[in-house]
């Protein structure tokens, strides 16, 4: 009976388990039960509702798994409560207060998993990456930063944006956004403020002129207006 992988951990931190038995058990595990060949396939919709793999691995392991497995790229998990959280962003302060989080799979998982890669390669250009959060590993094209669930040559898998890709597409389109809208308001503002000056250089205009010009002024707006008689001597007087 396989043990569980909290037991595992807690066997490993004081030193009477480690990895390379583990490993050891592992394999000679699969030798054995080839005759109950089970590919590696969950759904990847229940996943995506709870995880998207985003975070680009920090460092490189390699492992000591058979030779059906590839080299593991470890990515740094921290145990922040607030991580799912869609407006929260993991800063250095959350790894001091939480710790983080080791990538402790079940063995029967791990079983799978390699099961899964004997039948489906990885390409070069893909790399295999742990996540912590849900103690499995996912998928992930070097070249592209695309990610899957599953090897990409797997009927089943679907390939999309790594969640940290999108998250950038969706920033800069808020960003472009609200740059527009301000720019919008800056011109508003501007339009109505030379409207203002013009208004205020209209009344100055009309203080600095004397008397004689403000007469001319004043029966060319009464002419241009469709009310007004030209022939009418009352139009060019200046009682009302």
């Not at 595992?8 to 390379?20: C, F, W």
């Not at 800069?172 to 956004?177: L, S």
Request: hydrophobic fraction near 25%.
């Amino acid at each position: 009976m396989p043990l569980s992988s909290a037991l595992q951990a807690r066997l490993i931190e004081r030193g009477i388990l480690n990895a390379t038995n583990i490993n050891a058990a592992l394999d000679a595990s699969a030798e054995n039960d080839e005759k109950s060949e089970e590919v590696f396939a969950e759904s990847y919709d229940e996943r995506d509702d709870h995880h998207s793999s985003s975070t680009i691995p920090k460092k490189t392991v390699s492992s000591n798994f058979s030779a059906a497995d590839v080299q593991i790229e470890f990515e740094e998990c921290i145990k922040c409560p607030n991580k799912w959280n869609p407006y929260h962003t993991c800063v250095e302060y959350c790894k001091k207060r939480y710790g983080i989080k080791q990538y402790t799979p079940d063995p029967a998982t791990e079983k799978r998993r390699r099961k899964m890669l004997k039948k489906y390669p990885l390409p070069s250009n893909w790399r295999e990456v742990s996540d912590a959060n849900l103690d499995r590993c996912y998928y992930w094209n070097l070249e592209t930063d695309e990610v899957s669930w599953l090897p990409p040559s797997h009927p089943r898998s679907h390939i999309t944006q790594s969640a940290i890709k999108l998250k950038q597409k969706e920033l800069e389109k808020k960003t472009a956004e609200a740059q527009k809208q301000a720019s919008g308001s800056s011109k508003k503002k501007k339009k109505k403020k030379n409207s203002n000056d013009a208004g205020e250089r209209s009344d100055t205009d009309e203080e600095d002129l004397n008397p004689v010009q403000k007469l001319k002024r004043k029966i060319a707006g009464k002419m241009l207006s469709y009310d007004a008689d030209p022939m009418d001597p009352s139009s060019y007087s200046d009682v009302p």
